[in-house]
């Protein structure tokens, strides 16, 4: 049975990744190494507390020694790296933190398993032939589109944030540790996601909370600003699919092709809270327009068609469908 490492496991996408692995994958076990920062929330792993697959370590992914007990304790030969910092706003306010865990951590973890598996560049200890570090970025890498277009796996990197500056540093890393030293490695670039146990901070579970509460639904700027949608479970079974199939040295994006703006989301959400929510007036009553934040990019689209066409993938979820999906759970999460 392989043991792998999952690191920020108790945050949105990780969380959902794990029990949907499980789910799939029989002969495996799962060792979730989380910091609990904010952004990951231990309640999000309760449906796993009675697997004995499952085991979980707090831990930054920043301490090296923590690193190496680990994989001298439970002997991994797999890596799926969901841990990081994430939130454009906070990276704006603090960008350190973000250096630290994205690209410090991203090291680390990178270096302890280059370190455990391998004897020297290129050549593997017996018996890590086959182990694989698989990273998780977003499509921010690559900065913004104008009214058409979509980003591909050759569109060249142009981070706008101090986020997508983090990210983007961190998957040339994960790059340099291919060409350099030969070590399995994939990265997956996604867009936007939603679904259940997203942090109440992000947009969509924003405009859920501040409808349900009767308070002003902020949108930034004019509302007019895209992005490619993908739910959640949708997204965790790409990630699934990459790492059992991906070619190594390999990037492949994962989108929804729902491109949506910003008032289109509050307003389709309002619009389905109107009917299985109702109050006495509508909720659109309560969007409200707030000033842009800096360096807001325009437009996110993905074009996903070498994950569907070289590895099978397709996203199940349409954005109509996966919000409905979405609002009933945040209605349970609310009331």
């Known amino acids: 049975m392989q043991t792998i490492l999952v690191t920020g496991g108790a945050g949105f996408i990780g969380s959902n990744f794990m029990a949907f692995f499980l789910k ?10 989380d910091a609990l920062t904010y952004a990951g929330n231990i309640s999000n792993l309760v449906e796993l507390e ?13 301490d ?13 030969s ?16 603090n960008p350190d933190a973000f250096v630290r865990t994205n690209v410090f951590g991203t090291f680390n973890l990178l ?6 598996w391998m004897e020297s560049p290129n050549v593997f200890k017996e018996g890590f032939e086959n182990s694989k570090f698989l990273h998780i970025s977003t499509d921010e890498v690559y900065g913004t589109l104008g009214h058409e277009g979509l980003f591909n796996e050759q569109t060249p990197y142009a981070p706008n944030s101090p986020y997508s500056a983090s990210k983007a540093s961190s998957d040339f890393l994960v790059r340099s540790y291919f060409h350099t030293y030969g070590m399995n490695v994939i990265t997956t670039n996604c867009s936007n996601n939603y679904g259940p146990k997203q942090h109440d901070e992000k947009l969509i579970p924003t405009i859920i909370r501040k409808a349900i509460l009767g308070e002003k639904i902020p949108i930034y700027g004019d509302g007019k600003n895209v992005r490619d949608w993908l739910f959640v479970l949708d997204h965790c079974n790409g990630i699934r699919i990459a790492y059992e199939s991906g070619e190594y040295g390999e990037t492949y994006n994962i989108g929804g092709k729902n491109e949506r703006n910003n008032i289109y989301i509050a307003n389709k959400i309002c619009e389905i809270l109107d009917k299985v929510h109702p109050k006495e007036n509508s909720y659109k009553e309560q969007i409200s327009f707030v000033k842009d934040r ?12 070498k994950i569907e066409n070289e590895l099978g993938w397709k996203a199940d979820e349409n954005f109509e469908s996966g919000i409905l999906k979405t609002i009933q759970w945040y209605l349970k999460k609310y009331k």
């Not at 799939?24 to 190494?33: F, G, R, S, T």
């Open 294 to 305: 800096p360096g807001h990019d325009f437009r996110y689209a993905i074009d996903a068609s």
């Open 24 to 33: 799939k994958e029989q002969d495996c076990k799962i060792i979730n190494l």
């Open 50 to 62: 009675e697997d004995s697959r499952y085991t979980f370590v707090k831990g930054d992914i920043c």
């Open 64 to 76: 090296r020694e923590l690193l190496e007990k680990l994989f001298n304790k439970y002997n991994f």
């Open 78 to 93: 797999g890596v799926i790296h969901f841990a990081a910092e994430s939130h454009v706003d906070n990276s704006i306010k």
């Open 111 to 116: 270096d302890v398993a280059k370190k455990y």
